[in-house]
């Protein structure tokens, strides 16, 4: 099973707050952020490092969650020791033990899961494993519907020290440590679709004598639409679209299934399937991609854990009153059927059509920029002949080279450390940076007396604790600091493992090797050492490391021009809806959206500037896009795509926006590889004869700045000149 980089990172903050005093731990995932893959994974580590640890995950009673939970970390975790409600039963708990429980099996008036007496066993197997010096750690599944007194009442049974409570939509909990994963990179990583496109197309005057009819005309419209993009693209995937409609509405499901078999969807041709609590038809197989219904007709939000990642069109519909709006409604159509982008905005978007105002106003709420107007717009017939040269991956690589690594975290420690070939020489440079150099395990505490809680300010003194190096028994606490170093930058276990072995035991052949220490010495030097590791490790993969040059043989060359038409996305609400004249789609506004800050500026900068004949917004992500691709120190290859192209009397600039400089001077640019796109983007406008650069703004002259010939992160220094000196 191979983690994405946000997974990754989420397992990552799972392992550090095990270590902090909050019971709770609140993990708030996106709906298709791959959560049960996040916590298999996790507690899979987790019970490596940490004997005597049984993992108890609760479910709520809807779609045997449990079931499904077990079945994937069966599947994704080889060799896992998991148990439903009757293996513990049968079996008590054991020592590694991953437990998957319906909580309502053991609570619920005239659930016949348990009768009195197993009540009791239950509650006895769970003592035994307390006598028995088990620790239990507590997942709570889908939390928002598990926060109730039966559940807390199973959950005080196992005297647990941490709660791990999972959900898109968590309630608050005090003092609890937060987990949470952005959207933005749940979307990055092509799991989720980009964008929730709110009724597009639609006039600003709607008449209309039939409202339901009116929207399930423009859902299908779209599901054609979609269906034949899929084909287009050799991918049999049938869109499916999910018919919301309110409780208590017999008459509105009447007039939908009467409109839907003049459009040929109908129960009986299999065409229409519905999900009520009371009605269930042509359920069966709905997930498959190429399943025959196009439309599902549901009430409330489908049952908890329901999976269909063909969903691509939600009608929400109502019945004389507005309806609290959900999340998980909304994230029922977010999946990517395949778990990935494919490169076009209309395969990559979910739709939502309702004439539902509180509904609406609830979906871009809750999801902010994730959700906006949108309408098509069409390429201005002067800019149809621009032609570019796009560059692709010719190596769509996940993971990380672990040569390459290695090798980049050789050259790090030689740039920062200053080490070389002396073996000797290098152990009094490390230890004069901090490095403990020491065969025992050294902890650290303090002595001393203080008035306060401020330990800074009392009379206190730092003692070193030493332990004699035992590798079996502190074997678990080594692999999980290889385990913590190897996540830092999304590298498994065994990967990072040689990578430490390489550079400093002397049973692993390596030229670069940093100190020859004796195998078992290489234990105490991870474990005392491990927080400067992780921070090596992590900054090496971005550092600007000269020697490290990317093959520009494993790039595809294709020829890109500006798309004909695209879906142009804007903020509806937005004071100012001004029509940028310069940009090269006809009816593109000021409020267009996903927009930076830099990016807005930079847009009305160009708009105003006489020089600048035309405009266009680079895509972030597909083959449509101009894309230059670049590496990091790992060998990962990575798709570098340029904000903007522009037009300056006859020539082509491509111009990068980033973050820009605060009042005194400071970086507020949070990407760690700016150095490295400006490099591939000043070598990529020297290949092709083009000019440009990076812009940021300076908040001192309130100017708009750019980067043109050698890159410095110092608004200061040389490199940076007055945009408006260049292109006025």
């Known amino acids: 099973m191979e983690l994405k980089e946000f997974q990754l990172a989420a397992v990552k903050s799972l392992f550090e707050a095990m270590e902090k005093p909050a019971r709770d731990i609140i993990l708030k995932s996106p709906t298709g952020s791959g959560k049960t893959i996040i916590l298999t994974y996790f507690m899979h580590q987790y019970i490596q490092s940490f004997p005597k640890t ?4 609760l479910t709520p009673g809807k779609g045997n969650l449990e079931e499904q939970s077990k079945a994937k970390m069966d599947k994704y975790i080889h060799a896992s020791q998991t148990k439903l409600l009757s293996d513990v039963m049968t079996a008590g708990f054991e020592e590694n033990d991953s437990c998957f429980i319906n909580w309502e099996k053991l609570t619920k008036k005239g659930n016949n899961a348990l009768k009195d007496s197993e009540r009791t066993n239950f509650l006895e197997h769970i003592q035994h494993a307390l006598n028995d010096g088990i620790r239990f750690v507590i997942i709570v599944d889908e939390s928002h519907q598990n926060n109730t007194i039966k559940a807390d009442e199973i959950i005080q049974y196992f005297h647990t020290d941490k709660i791990i409570r999972c959900s898109a939509t968590p309630k608050g909990i005090a003092k609890a440590e937060i987990i949470e994963i952005p959207e ?41 639409e979609l269906r034949a993009a899929f084909l287009q693209n ?46 269930h038809e042509n359920l069966e197989g709905i997930d498959k991609p190429n399943a025959v219904s196009s439309a599902v007709i549901i009430k409330q939000a489908v049952a908890t854990g329901w999976d269909c990642p063909r969903a691509h069109i939600l009608v929400k519909l109502r019945d004389n009153m507005d ?52 309408y098509t717009v069409f390429l201005k017939n002067e800019y149809k002949d621009i032609t570019m040269t796009s560059e692709q991956r010719t190596m769509v690589t ?29 152990a009094t440079r490390l230890q004069a ?16 007396e203080t008035a306060t809680l ?50 400093f035991d002397k049973n692993f052949n390596y030229n670069r090797k940093i100190l020859a220490l004796e195998p078992r010495l290489v234990y105490s030097f991870v474990l005392n050492n491990a927080d400067l590791l992780r921070h090596v490790v992590r900054e090496a993969m971005a550092a600007e490391l000269a020697q490290l040059q990317f093959d520009i043989k494993n790039v ?103 973050g820009g400089f605060d009042r005194s001077g400071n970086s507020q640019d949070i990407d760690l590889y700016t150095p490295k796109k400006f490099a591939v983007l000043k070598d990529y406008l020297e290949r092709y004869g083009l000019k440009g650069g990076i812009v940021r703004f300076d908040e001192r002259s309130e100017e708009l700045c750019i980067c043109m010939d050698s890159y410095s992160d110092d608004i200061n220094s040389d490199s940076w000149i007055l945009l408006s000196d260049v292109l006025m």
């Open 433 to 448: 940076a901090g490095f403990i150099l020491d065969e025992n395990i050294v902890r650290h505490t303090i002595s001393g």
């Open 234 to 279: 050799d991918t049999d995937i049938n869109p499916l679209i999910v018919i919301q409609i309110p409780n208590k509405s017999e008459t509105l499901q009447d007039g939908v299934e009467r409109y839907l078999e003049t459009q040929g969807l109908t129960y009986e041709n299999g065409q229409l399937a519905v999900w009520l609590s009371d009605r």
């Open 54 to 57: 049984v993992f108890v995950w």
């Open 556 to 658: 595809t060359k294709v020829s890109f021009h500006i798309p004909q038409s695209c879906l142009f996305t804007y903020d509806g609400s937005s004071k100012t809806q001004t029509e940028m004249k310069k940009n090269v789609y006809q009816n593109y506004l000021s409020s267009a959206e996903v927009r930076s800050s830099s990016e807005r500026k930079f847009e009305k900068f160009c708009e105003k500037a006489d020089s600048v004949d035309w405009v266009y917004k680079n895509g972030d992500k597909g083959n449509e896009y101009l894309s230059i691709v670049y590496a990091d120190n790992s060998d990962k290859q990575k798709n570098f795509y340029p904000d903007y192209i522009i037009g300056v009397k006859g020539e082509i600039w491509i111009v990068e926006t980033k």
């Open 323 to 374: 309806e609290t709006f959900e999340i998980q409604t909304i994230g029922r159509i977010r999946r990517m059927p395949e778990a990935k982008h494919y490169g076009s905005d209309l395969l990559d978007s979910c739709y939502l059509y309702t004439l539902d105002e509180k509904f609406t106003a609830g979906v871009k709420m809750n999801l902010g920029k994730g959700a906006l107007d949108a």
């Open 184 to 224: 933005e990179d749940v979307i990055a990583a092509g799991l989720i679709k980009k964008m929730l496109v709110i009724n597009q197309d639609f006039p600003q005057t709607i008449e209309t004598e039939d409202q339901t009819a009116f929207l399930l005309e423009k859902a299908l419209a779209k599901q054609r």
């Open 398 to 426: 996940q993971s990380r080279n672990p040569q390459k690594a290695l090798l980049a975290v050789a050259q790090y420690f030689e740039k920062e450390y200053h080490v070389g070939g002396n073996k000797a020489e290098n």
């Open 454 to 503: 401020d330990f800074q300010t009392g009379t206190m003194n730092e003692i070193a604790v030493t332990e004699a190096l035992n590798t079996h028994k502190h074997g678990r606490e080594y692999h999980q600091k290889i385990g913590k170093i190897g996540l830092e930058i999304g590298m498994e276990y065994s990967y990072m493992n040689t990578i430490i072995r390489k550079l």
